[in-house]
């Protein structure tokens, strides 16, 4: 396996819970990342003398290419031109398949991506592998990804550095690759674009260990994190920044502020930040900050809730919804984007109108309605999470298809050695 990291950001999580659901199916493992979080000797990093220095050194000058054309988003930006790794050494370290996930920012460029020659799969953690450098861009009939970058920049570049990233995977990838998305929304986007439209896609979900996210006593859960018992909680986690637009933030708080009238026994947790932030306005429910918390209090926090609401603009496969309902916890998000794979309208949660406050304080508010319709959702919550997101179900998705691509390369039938 090959990422950025093995737990840092949405990406590193998902790469280190497939390692660990592969590892528990008996794969022969070994993952090769820039950010080492776990002692485990499997799992390699670069080392030797000024190591860390070189890799800060390819993460800045990674970032230069956005700066000098003056992009207004860089902090979603990554041109792919810095490389930990060459392709040689890759093919050298004598996998069977080669598992890619978050190639960014220093970590793997574009053209040592395409010189690979190890049978290679690559699981789109956002939108990166078919856009001109963007994690995450329009998704619209207009988008430029769809186009190949033909129509002007809508934004005042000095330099049209997404056209120029798009440029450089049109050259350097000649052979099609197996893509794995994890949505629905991810995997039509791939095959919409000129530059994936012809690669194979499969769906297969991100896991989630049901085992340690399972539902617990909700009373326990809430003494634990200092929250009240006989309130309706609606509780949010968000690691990201609170006015990052596409996380939806602004919409979540605008249906709270809505929904008080209609329930006024309704208390709030926001589960990632210590404190409001300055434009925090009045009339709002009582608000519980409990700050950033390891995976043992996210998953009181899931438990505390009586719904944990995600209010994503756009997302592929966020792991705070199948976390939530593999907890037994019902989740209310609008049905856009990657989220309809993950919460099925009124059956584990709620699906509200895409952008519309009105519709996401309804969807809170029908899940808080009646305690028997709460815990019929949440029973039939976990019981997908386990069929379809478990390390077991999971793990097997992922073997059934390395195998089907190692006998596509007439590799003589074993257990699949995996650098992922």
């Known amino acids: 396996m090959l990422g950025h990291s093995n737990g840092g950001g949405g990406a590193g999580r998902a790469a280190a819970r497939l390692f660990s659901a592969l590892d528990g199916a008996g794969a022969d493992l070994r993952m090769h990342v820039d950010f080492k979080d776990v002692d485990d000797p499997r799992v390699i990093a670069n080392a030797g003398p000024l190591a860390e220095q070189r890799r800060s050194a390819r993460i800045h000058a990674d970032e230069i290419p956005a700066v ?20 040689r050494r890759i093919d050298a370290m004598g996998a069977d398949i080669v598992d890619v996930h978050w190639t960014n920012f220093g970590y793997l460029s574009v053209e040592q991506l395409g010189r690979i020659t190890t049978p290679l799969v690559w699981h789109m953690h956002d939108m990166w592998a078919f856009t001109g450098g963007e994690n995450y861009t329009d998704d619209g009939p207009d988008a430029r990804w769809r186009t190949g970058y033909a129509a002007a920049s809508p934004y005042p570049l000095r330099w049209d550095v997404e056209r120029w990233v798009y440029s450089r995977k049109v050259k350097n990838w000649r052979t099609p690759r197996q893509l794995i998305a ?48 006989g309130v309706a909680l609606v509780v949010t986690l968000l690691p990201t920044h609170l006015d990052d637009p ?12 809505r929904l008080r009238a209609q329930r006024p026994d309704i208390e709030f947790a926001v589960v990632g930040h210590e404190h409001p ?9 009582t608000t519980h900050w409990l700050g950033r918390r390891d ?21 592929n496969s966020p792991q705070t919804a199948t976390e939530a309902l593999s907890c037994g916890t ?11 794979d993950f919460i099925q309208h009124q059956h584990t949660g709620y699906l509200a109108e895409p952008e519309d406050p009105q519709s996401l304080a309804a969807g809170i508010a029908w899940v808080l309605e009646q305690p028997e319709r709460r815990s019929s959702l949440g029973h039939a919550a976990r019981e997908r999470a386990v069929a379809e997101w478990s390390f077991p179900a999971v793990a097997a ?11 596509n390369h007439k590799t003589p039938n074993k257990a699949p050695k995996v650098i992922s």
């Open 68 to 87: 000098l054309a003056g992009h207004p988003h860089p902090e979603l930006f990554s041109p792919g031109r810095q490389s930990a790794l060459t392709a």
């Open 277 to 285: 932030p300055q434009d925090w306005p009045h009339g709002m429910p």
């Open 397 to 407: 998705a992922h073997l059934d298809l390395y195998a089907e691509i190692l006998s």
């Open 330 to 340: 019902p989740v209310v998000a609008f049905g856009a984007t990657g989220l309809p």
């Open 182 to 229: 994890s949505s629905t929304w991810m995997a039509r986007m791939a095959q919409e674009s000129p530059l994936t439209g012809d690669w194979r896609v499969t769906m297969i979900p991100n896991p989630v260990d049901t085992v340690t996210y399972s539902p617990g006593d909700q009373a326990r859960a809430r003494a634990s994190l200092g929250l009240p018992a």
């Open 246 to 257: 596409r996380k939806g933030f602004d919409l979540l708080r605008d249906a709270i502020q």
């Open 295 to 315: 995976d043992a209090g996210c998953i009181d926090a899931y438990r505390a809730a009586d719904v944990v609401v995600v209010p994503s603009r756009q997302d």
